[in-house]
């Protein structure tokens, strides 16, 4: 089995920071691409950032130069390091992986989402 567990989710003012994690644990071999998604009420969720295995990155528009995406491979960890917090950055914030079980078997996970709230 493969979980995925996210943390640093809260309330922040407007202009703030926050850094959200997602461990990757299990019966991992691999993991190919990671990725935080977020979705605001009433609203589809939407891609935020995506990392390759190789550590290319690539943004929504709407949070370039504000976030940043990272990932430590010996942790099987990623991250998101948001800056500049605006109060339409609010949403849950899930994170995705693809990863490859001992099994050779590839498969995406998701974790179970981490809120973000941003006031005016």
């Known amino acids: 089995q493969v979980q995925l567990v996210e943390s640093g989710g809260g309330l922040v003012q407007a202009g703030g920071s926050l850094r959200l994690s997602c461990a990757a644990s299990?019966?991992?071999?691999?993991?190919?691409?990671m990725a935080w998604y977020r979705q605001a009420p009433g609203k589809q969720r939407e891609l935020v950032a995506v990392?390759?295995?190789?550590?290319?990155?690539n943004y929504a528009d709407s949070v370039k130069g504000r976030f940043t995406i990272s990932r430590d491979n010996a942790k099987n960890t990623v991250y998101l390091q948001m800056n500049s917090l605006k109060p339409e950055d609010t949403a849950v914030y899930t994170c995705?992986?693809?990863?490859?079980?001992?099994?050779?078997?590839?498969?995406?996970?998701w974790g179970q989402g981490t809120q973000v709230t941003v006031s005016s």
């Open positions: 995705h992986a693809t990863i490859k079980n001992w099994n050779n078997y590839v498969r995406n996970y």
């Open positions: 299990g019966s991992i071999s691999d993991i190919n691409g």
């Open positions: 990392i390759t295995s190789s550590g290319s990155t």
